[in-house]
């Protein structure tokens, strides 16, 4: 068992290494002379300005730390949670609507019905897929992808109609309740943005790892995510299973945008005709963590280190969108950690093999 | 005596744990050499072994007496050496051509050619008279011809020496007669064969010569005109085998299972699957349904089990009605199922094996408290049901299912479904693919559910196992029961033309 995490561990990080390597080769082509200080940088990444950094790189992680449980979660019960953009989408307008209408609540619990309002309001967004897929058989890949163009411009939408801000063409903001608590994780990093977030996404990750590994819910769902027939045969309601996941699944995506616009941060949520990258995010963060929830949490706070390092390249005068290119790469290689996985594997096999033959 | 293929002092280890210990096979140019062993004896091990797949830590391989290195299935390929696997490696949406040239397409600048292989196919298929339909898709044709196309897949290569992987278990009597033809008609051709089975019969049908292992070891090769069944068999289990499961005689008591007026009909042709069947299955007595496979059985009982829907009926355990209870229900009112296609239905493979023994049950007080699993009793249990059925693995209880051999595999269905204590054990080919000793077994503990007072209905396509192990024979004839009998008062002959629907008697 022990074994396992490393060779999970060690695949993901070959995966990292790689997306790092050709962020090099990138920073080469645009600029050789600032290559290797500018690789330096995205390696300080978080580390970089000290203690505000890292609690920016905290900051970043949340959300997607959120939609990667969201996608892996779904994943583990086989099923691809592609819609985890639209759910993010839905989550956060419903927190955001909360959080500025309803102001007769007190501010001590504002905030956490905002953040049950956005759970409610992307579990709804899961729960549409899900329900297509137990009853009709419809492919969530499809319906999720669907839902999230449904839930991007319906959003849009109710935000112009409802809590639009003409002159700075986004919401309005937030009443100061409906805030996260920052509870002094502002002041020990220096880092204006970083409230309880964060921690309430670890809760999160071991809330879904207990489930996953120890309930019998969980039992259920992975059944149902590995073999379908039997699990129609040991008396599990194959049906239920496959809904709850997507709206467990959408729930969590859905608290992923509250604590994304809810953190008093200055990040409004605006009417573009954009998904939000957060839910797509979350497919290379389940990828990276090869869909564990603790591997999760490391590969959401990786990412978040790695664009906290990507945005500081702009002192070395690399545009933006190299930033982002090099970002995306690094992602991009960490899709690939189930193959490194496969590799390593093999290659433990073999050279054991010739240690015994020796 | 010039060998095709030897393998010698064959050694290959798991761990501590030797799958395969010293074993010798030798196959001579045109025999079909059969090689025994119970589930999980290291056939797989061998053959595998032989194609590449495993490294031997000990031992060589000599291919007409020359010594050979065999890294990978492709190199295995080129030196001549065909398999036929249990579970064939086809594609489902390509046609029968496309399956067999797949992997060695004959190619004109870039693009197909099909004509050339498709000559060379039905040339084969002629002269061994598969009466294979070159263009038609796979998931279209029988279980039969797809393993002729599997086996026209070795001819097509030019392949010297067949493997046959337990090549009769998924065939219906007449397939296997049929089958049999064909592997004399290749060895007559000069091939060899390695016919991988645990079927005496159909190994003193055809083979030449028959290895043995038992567990990992290398017992002897014997002259099968030499050797009595049950000398092979003692040979293979290491004691003396009872063919004939022991019964005594019993007087079925009060109905356990009714089922009236069952009818199953089919969405896409609207037919009835099964047609206003009705039946009982008493205290204390095995119900065997007969019949070729693909006449209902298998709908009927899934439509009893719960897995798929049923058009109208009733279906009553101890007198109650169970017609609308859910899967989950009917197995807490004690009904008990050992499915027919074990990987789809029986177990979650990726599951260990442990979490595969409580699939059932795993919600019951002992194993869970306030919805969190009790992994310490479910090992436990685990513990106890692997010592109890002899459920063999490499890393016991933690062991993935998938990793399991077939045997093995059944074995932990029945030790889930027995377990449970059941009122009714409804069981579809429970012996499917197993070897004499765990058919002894499984029979035997069908029988133990009998004489306790339980109710056995047992579906089988085997007419000795029909005979042998019912109290009463059900006959299936498109989805109609058109024979009621006992096995005392009709003969195997009479049986048969039930099943073929030229006798009726209800």
Known sequence: ?358 | MEYVIEMNHITKEFGNFKANDDITLQVKKGEIHALLGENGAGKSTLMSVLFGLYRPEKGEIKIHGRPVKIDNPNAANELGIGMVHQHFKLVHNFTVLESIVLGRETVKRGFLNMDEARKKIVALSERYKFQIDPDALISDITVGMQQRVEILKMLYCDNELLIFDEPTAVLTPQEIEELMKIMVQLVQEGKSIIFITHKLNEIKAVANRCTVLRKGKYIGTIEVADTSKEGMSEMMVGRKVNFVPEKKAQTPGDPVLEVEHLTIRSKHTGKNIVADVSFQVKRGEIVCIAGIDGNGQSELVSGITGLIPITGGKISLNGKDVTKESIRRKCIEGFAHIPEDRHKYGLVLDYSLQENLVLQSYYEKRFQKHGFLQFGAIRDYAQDLIQKFDIRSAHGATSVARGMSGGNQQKAIIARELDRNPEIVVAVQPVRGLDVGAIEYVHSQLIRQRDEGKAVLLVSFELDEVMDVSDRILVMFEGEIVADVRPEDVTIQELGLYMAGTKRRA
């Open chain 1, 1 to 358: 068992m022990k074994k396992q995490g490393l060779l999970n561990f060690s695949a993901s990080a070959l995966a990292v290494i790689c997306g790092l390597v050709f962020g090099l080769v990138i920073l080469l082509c645009t600029n050789p002379a600032q290559a290797l200080p500018g690789l330096g940088i995205i390696l300080k990444g978080g580390f970089a300005d000290g203690m505000s950094g890292f609690g920016y790189m905290l900051y970043i992680a949340t959300p997607i730390i959120m939609t990667g449980l969201s996608v892996g979660f779904a994943f583990r019960t086989g099923l691809f949670n592609i819609g985890a953009s639209g759910q993010f989408t839905m989550g956060a307008f419903v927190a955001v609507y909360i959080g500025i209408n309803w102001t007769w609540l007190p501010p001590q619990i504002h905030w956490i019905v905002a953040l049950l309002g956005a759970a409610v309001g992307g579990a709804v967004w899961g729960l549409v897929p899900g329900i297509l897929k137990a009853f009709r058989n419809v492919n969530e890949v499809i319906s999720c992808i669907m839902m999230n163009y449904i839930g991007m411009y319906l959003v849009n939408h109710m935000i112009q109609s409802l809590i639009y801000d003409p002159l700075r063409s986004q919401t309005q903001p937030v009443s100061a309740g409906a805030n996260i608590p920052k509870a002094g994780l502002d002041q020990l990093f220096s880092s204006n943005n970083l409230n309880i977030g964060i921690l309430i996404a670890v809760v999160f990750v071991v809330l879904i790892y207990i489930l996953i590994e120890k309930t019998t819910f969980g039992f259920e769902l992975k059944a149902c995510g590995m073999n379908r027939n039997a699990s129609k045969y040991a008396g599990i309601s194959v049906k239920k299973s496959l809904a709850m996941s997507m709206v467990i699944a959408g729930a969590l995506a859905g608290i992923g945008g509250a604590l994304m616009y809810l953190a008093g941060s200055g990040k409004y949520m605006q009417v573009l005709d954009v998904l939000s990258p957060e839910g797509f995010n979350g497919i290379s963060v389940a990828l990276l963590g090869l869909s564990n929830p603790i591997g999760i949490l490391f590969a959401g706070i990786f990412i978040g280190y790695i664009t906290v390092g990507g945005n500081n390249l702009q002192l070395l005068n690399f545009g933006p969108e190299i930033i982002d290119i090099i970002i995306a790469a690094i992602i991009y290689c960490g899709a690939f950690s189930l193959l490194f996985k496969h590799l390593i594997g093999k290659l433990i096999k073999r050279t054991k093999k010739e240690e015994e033959s020796v």
